[in-house]
Nanobody, 115 residues
Framework: QVQIVESGGGTVQPGGSLRLSCAAS????????MGWYRQAPGKQREFVAV???????NYADSVKGRFTISRGNARNTVYLQMDSLKPEDTGVYFC?????????WGQGTQVTVSS
């Protein structure tokens, strides 16, 4: 059974940094993409970043140059380094792993950027 678990959220002041982690278990994820989405209060979930099995990455325009996605050596983990955080980055961040015929999501981790 595939499980996705995120961690690393919290509250930070504008301009600060956070690092999110996501660990996938119950499958073989080395050849699959892993990504991050977020959902702000009252808004739809939106794409943040994705990394494929070859470490190629893609980012939403709103986070380019500030966020960095990477995979762990075990290939079943993905990280999101978030720098120069802005209040508009506030939301619940979800890890996403399309695996086989299913699209798996974690439970989400809250990120709040506020002074």
């Amino acid at each position: 059974q595939v499980q996705i678990v995120e961690s690393g959220g919290g509250t930070v002041q504008p301009g600060g940094s956070l690092r999110l982690s996501c660990a996938a278990s119950g499958g073989l994820f080395a050849t699959y993409t892993m990504g991050w989405y977020r959902q702000a209060p009252g808004k739809q979930r939106e794409f943040v970043a994705v990394v494929d099995s070859g470490a190629r990455s893609n980012y939403a325009d709103s986070v380019k140059g500030r966020f960095t996605i990477s995979r762990g050596n075990a290939r079943n983990t993905v990280y999101l380094q978030m720098d120069s955080l802005k209040p508009e980055d506030t939301g619940v961040y979800f890890c996403n792993v399309p695996y086989g015929l299913m699209n798996y999501w974690g439970q989400g981790t809250q990120v709040t950027v506020s002074s």
